[in-house]
């Protein structure tokens, strides 16, 4: 079963536009991670965020804004006033135990100039 | 911040030969990595759990015979394609774990295989 959705698979923008990738994730366990990572063109995975499940804070950085909300298991990332360099693939993962990430499939995001 | 050096960065090879690639954790020690395996514009699955002086846990369906996986120090893994075929082209990446009052995953830059 997917433990983490990713219903976008592409997003196109205009520089400047705001972009919201939604992510839904499925778990059992009380204790939790969720994290989203980029990956741009050059392959390389670079951390964002780890949010756990205890701490369903709003958290904002920069251009980047995070919405984790139990209710609904989503944990929803929004980029700001977006930029060409944002221009990447958007992987939304859970970690349950042990530090094992289960990936979604991945958002990519392209903004034009 | 932690460091996870991946090599080589791409390696093209004949089908038959058998690969090694390597991660090690530069800074810090890590006693768990994890390789994952990516195929063009699709996510990143879990191939295998490193152990530091222990057996690797592979995921489902991950054959345990092609993949060798070794992790003989606290900063150094190896995945070992062995007796590549066109199918094991793939991108693979592998990360590692740190505590630092919050365990923490640091990936490495990953490896593009191309089998011939």
């Known amino acids: 079963a997917q433990k983490v959705t990713q219903a976008q698979t592409e997003i196109s923008v205009v520089e400047k536009e705001d972009v919201t990738l939604d992510c839904v994730y499925e778990?059992?366990?009380?204790?939790?991670?969720l994290f989203w990572y980029k990956q741009p063109p050059s392959g390389e995975l670079v951390f964002l965020i780890r949010?756990?499940?205890?701490?369903?804070q709003n958290e904002i950085s920069g251009r980047y804004s995070w919405n984790f909300q139990k209710s609904t298991s989503s944990f929803n990332f929004t980029i700001t006033a977006s930029q060409v360099v944002d221009s990447a693939v958007y992987f939304c993962?859970?970690?349950?135990?042990?530090?094992?990430?289960?990936f979604g499939a991945g958002t990519t995001v392209t903004v034009r100039a | 911040g932690a460091v996870v050096s991946q090599h080589p960065s791409w390696v093209i090879c004949k089908s038959g030969t058998s690969v090694k690639i390597e991660c090690r954790s530069l800074?810090?020690?890590?006693?768990?990595m994890f390789w994952y395996r990516q195929f063009p514009k699709q996510s990143l699955m879990l191939m295998a759990t490193?152990?530091?002086?222990?057996?690797?846990?592979?995921e489902q369906g991950v054959e345990k015979d092609k993949f060798l996986i070794n992790h003989a120090s606290l900063t150094l893994s190896t995945l070992t394609v062995t007796s590549a075929h066109p199918e094991d082209s793939s991108f693979y990446i592998c990360?590692?774990?740190?505590?630092?009052?919050?365990?923490?995953?640091?990936f490495g830059s990953g490896t593009q295989l191309s089998v011939l």
């Open positions: 990360s590692a774990s740190l505590w630092t009052g919050g365990e923490k995953l640091f």
């Open positions: 778990t059992r366990d009380t204790t939790y991670y």
């Open positions: 949010r756990n499940s205890f701490d369903e």
């Open positions: 993962a859970l970690s349950e135990a042990g530090y094992k990430l289960s």
């Open positions: 800074d810090f020690q890590a006693t768990t």
């Open positions: 490193s152990n530091e002086g222990s057996k690797a846990t592979y």
